[in-house]
C-alpha cells in the first residue's frame, strides 16, 4: 500500500471476544483513523486520534498510537457479527490520506 | 459533514474506452481526491485535485490516463482512459472534513 501495513490481513472471531488490528505507517503524521468497510460498500469512518494523543475510547473501540514506533492498534471489545468488516487505518500527510492494506474481520456468531 | 453525489454508482465498459466520473460536494472545499480500490485491496491515493490548478498525481499515476477536471469548488471529474480489464476498479472521491475526509459512494467499473 501507499502507506503502510496492517496486521493480521484477515481475523475470524467468536462473537463476544475482543478483536484487535494493527498499522503501522511510514511517514510522520498529524493524526491518524480508522474506517469500516463493509462487503465493498463505502468507508465508515469510526474513530480519529491525533499525534500527540496515545489512547482514546468511543464506545466499544479502542485506539492507541505509538508515534515513536508509528504504529497504532484497533481493539474491538465484545464483538458482534455485525462487526465483520474490513477495517483500515489511515494516516495525513500534508492533507493527503493514505491507507494501510486493511484487515478483514468475520465475527462467528 | 459534507455531502458527496457521486455517479455514475456503476458501469460496465468496453476495454479502449473512457467513462468520466464526476463528483459533486454540497459545500465549496479546497482539496478534492481521487481514490481507486481494486478488488480485495485498500484504497490507493491517484491525485489531489485543487480548484485552478493541475491536479497532483501519486507515483504510479499519470494524468494521460486519469485527466482530472476542478473546474469549481464543488465539482470534479475523474477520466479513466483508455481502459483496459486491469483498471475494474472502485473509484472514489473524498474531500476533507473537519480533519476527516468524507467519501462519495464510489463508483464500481467493470471493464470487459
Known amino acids: 500500500s501507499q502507506q503502510g501495513e496492517e496486521d493480521p490481513q484477515a481475523l475470524s472471531i467468536q462473537e463476544g471476544e475482543n478483536a484487535t488490528m494493527n498499522c503501522s505507517y511510514k511517514t510522520s503524521i498529524n493524526n491518524l483513523q480508522w474506517y469500516r468497510q463493509n462487503s465493498g460498500r463505502g468507508l465508515v469512518h469510526l474513530i480519529l486520534i491525533r499525534s500527540n494523543e496515545r489512547e482514546k475510547h468511543s464506545g466499544r473501540l479502542r485506539v492507541t498510537l505509538d508515534t515513536s514506533k508509528k504504529s497504532s492498534s484497533l481493539l474491538i471489545t465484545a464483538s458482534r457479527a455485525a462487526d465483520t468488516a474490513s477495517y483500515f487505518c489511515a494516516t495525513d500527510n500534508f492533507n493527503k490520506f493514505y491507507f494501510g492494506s486493511g484487515t478483514k474481520l468475520n465475527v462467528k456468531p | 459533514s459534507a455531502v458527496i453525489s457521486q455517479k455514475p454508482s456503476r458501469d460496465i465498459c468496453q476495454r479502449g474506452t473512457s467513462l468520466t466520473i464526476q463528483c459533486q460536494v454540497d459545500s465549496q472545499v479546497t482539496m478534492m481526491f481521487w481514490y481507486r480500490q481494486q478488488p480485495g485491496q485498500s484504497l490507493t491515493l491517484i491525485a489531489t485535485a485543487n480548484q485552478g490548478s493541475e491536479a497532483t498525481y501519486e507515483s504510479g499515476f499519470v494524468i494521460d490516463k486519469f485527466p482530472i477536471s476542478r473546474p469549481n469548488l464543488t465539482f470534479s471529474t475523474l477520466t479513466v482512459s483508455n481502459m483496459s480489464p486491469e483498471d475494474s476498479s472502485i473509484y472514489l472521491c473524498?474531500?476533507?472534513?473537519?480533519?476527516?475526509?468524507?467519501f462519495g459512494s464510489g463508483t464500481r467499473l467493470t471493464v470487459v
Open positions: 473524498s474531500v476533507e472534513d473537519y480533519a476527516s475526509p468524507t
